[in-house]
């Protein structure tokens, strides 16, 4: 679903760029730009999302004049309805609505299973046999619109169809769902039903690309949590309605943590507050009243949990909130490293990254329902994005410390190379998802950030190693993964993809300058930079001063790039002076 997951935006010229810092560039005004230009995030804010990455590449490149990105999600993406719009809302019939529910158990939430399945549908044939007791029940109508609403959206998925028209239908729900649930605000204490219900509609905003309200509503419902105290164990009530409340409450944790990754703001929920166990075993009751099936999904989202966890330790060491001018120091990564390896020994090989293409066709033998297989490209797709965060530091540091115009010559670091590798894996995981069907959104809401985080360290690492062995082989997937990218649909998504394109078309231009047939540039006619510029979207002009392009044992085997181990080719020549408007326009 996953998961999000805009950019980078080309503003005016600023000539005394290249005399200042990064850290002190300040974004040129440009007049036709929204507010969101002027929101500027500090380096090293505790942000920990693949734009503040790209923010501090964008910084290192301000110094040639460009101006400093702005906030992935810093606007809201209004919904489709407008308020002086009618709100009267007729239900679909029983047949639909049922199939709208089997799309949420089934498809839409595989890790998120929070509600009991079967008495929800006995819920669903109440309302429809026009019982006025539900009907009346603002809290039960409103989980059960927003049950309808969250199927609606992620029917496009299952059916593999557009999903314009099912998130138009999907609004219709949302605004019925929020208008149920405000009825019921003033409840006091707060029942655990309407802490479900408002994790629902965190969840259909979320997947209706409106992330600003989804993390307002996720903060609202973690403070009802809190008033009835969902973090502790629960000690006075049944096995089922204490595992309910744990389900609730680890939701809200996995949702939290990727909405603060995503968006680069804090978490909400302290896991040290948290003391309600989570094991990988039902309760023998429980297990009975909810059947097998759900007794096998557990462990997976306890799987998800527990790496998300993982997530907000790397959060909290390597993207602290106070400014930090250091590496990331040895035993920072090699305790996470360790909490990595430890997370894959606890948990079934299942979920594990498939090491070989052996394994892969092994696993396709066996019939393994679509639940599960969504279980688990979700779990991987979560666990390279963890490795991502990881290593990403060390590309980035050599991305700022490359000396302008001087080609690499030196082996690729093995934590850049780990980097780079498993945002590889990334990349073809996604290839797993369907990028000539309409699949695009057929594992996780994070998947969109996922994906574009891996391709945004792919092209830095092309910009920086622009000779390397595995060139061909990452330029192959980073086109593929944008394929893919351009499916996703939402209205920051569409102007980041654009973006990538014009970065991916500058990265191609910057290695044919410095290709073995330079020779041709520098004895032959003078290229028209002007022409080039133009047809990049840059601004026409003189150039600003200052060119600035520039195992352990038991590890787990990722699969790796070709030749990244050789030493690479020495990079012959240098940029032309006249190409240093040429920058990588990273998103």
């Not at 729900?173 to 707060?190: H, I």
């Not at 000690?235 to 744990?246: D, G, I, L, N, V």
């Amino acid at each position: 679903s996953s998961s999000e997951p805009t950019p980078l935006t080309a503003a005016g010229e600023d000539a005394s760029a290249g005399l200042e810092s990064p850290s002190h560039v300040a974004a040129p005004i440009n007049p036709n730009n929204d507010d969101r230009e002027t929101n500027r995030i500090d380096h090293d804010s505790g942000d920990a999302s693949v734009h503040a990455f790209l923010q501090k590449v964008s910084g290192h490149l301000a110094q040639v004049g460009r101006g400093l990105p702005r906030n992935l999600f810093s606007k809201e993406q209004g919904g489709l309805i407008e308020d002086n719009q009618a709100s009267t809302f007729v239900l679909p019939s029983i047949e639909t609505a049922k199939a709208y529910f089997d799309c949420f158990f089934d498809h839409a939430n595989t890790t998120y299973r929070y509600l009991p399945k079967a008495e929800m549908f006995e819920l669903l044939n109440r309302v429809y046999a026009e019982n006025e007791t539900v009907l009346s029940d603002h809290t039960n109508m409103a989980i059960i619109l927003l049950i309808m609403g969250i199927g609606c959206i992620w029917t496009a998925s299952w059916r593999n169809e557009p999903l314009p028209p099912w998130k138009r239908k999907s609004e219709r729900f949302l605004q019925a769902g929020e208008s149920r649930l405000e009825r019921s605000r003033n409840t006091f204490p707060p029942t655990l039903a309407i802490l479900q219900a408002q994790l629902l509609k965190c969840q259909l905003e979320i997947a209706s690309s409106q992330f600003n309200s989804a993390w307002m509503t996720l903060g609202w419902t973690i403070r009802l949590g809190q008033m009835i105290d969902i973090q502790r164990e629960p000690t006075s009530c049944s096995p089922q309605e204490a595992h309910f409340r744990k389900s609730v409450l680890y939701v809200m944790f996995m949702v939290d943590r990727y909405l603060a990754i995503a968006l680069g703001r804090p978490v909400a929920m302290q896991e040290h507050e948290i003391t309600a166990t989570l094991v990988m075993g039902l309760h023998p009751a429980v297990s009975s009243r909810l059947g097998s099936q759900e007794e096998k999904l557990w462990v997976g989202i306890v799987a998800h949990v527990r790496l998300t966890m993982i997530m907000g330790h790397i959060v909290t060491q390597l993207y602290p909130a106070t400014r930090n001018t250091t590496a990331p120091t040895e035993a920072a990564v090699a305790g996470l490293e360790k909490e990595l390896f430890g997370w894959l020994s606890d948990v079934p090989e299942f979920f594990h990254p498939v090491q070989n293409e052996m394994s892969s066709r092994e696993q396709a033998f066996y019939d393994v329902p679509w639940i599960f297989r969504r279980q688990q490209r979700t779990i991987r797709a979560a666990f390279f994005f963890a490795n991502m965060l990881i290593y990403r530091d060390f590309l980035l540091r050599e991305f700022l410390q490359q000396a302008p115009s001087t080609p690499r010559s030196d082996q690729c670091p093995e934590r850049v190379r780990k980097c780079v590798d498993n945002a590889m894996a990334m990349l073809m995981l996604a290839a797993e998802f369907g990028v000539d069907e309409f699949k695009y959104n057929a594992t996780f809401w994070m998947t969109s950030h996922f994906i574009f985080c891996a391709i945004s360290i792919l092209l830095v690492y092309l910009a920086l190693y622009q000779e390397s062995d595995g060139w061909n082989t990452i330029e192959l997937a980073v086109e593929k993964a944008m394929k893919f990218h351009r499916k996703l649909d939402n209205s920051v998504n569409i102007y980041a993809q654009k973006l990538l394109d014009e970065s991916r078309a500058r990265v191609e231009v910057l290695r044919s300058l410095n290709s073995p047939s330079n020779t041709v540039v520098a004895h032959g006619p003078t290229p028209d930079w002007a022409a080039v510029q133009d047809q990049q979207g840059l601004p026409c002009g003189p150039s600003p001063r200052g060119t600035q392009l520039e195992d352990h044992d038991g590890e787990l085997s990722i699969p790796r790039v070709a030749g990244q181990q050789e030493a690479e080719r020495a990079a012959p020549g240098h940029i032309p002076r006249s190409s240093s408007t040429l920058w990588i326009h990273l998103v």
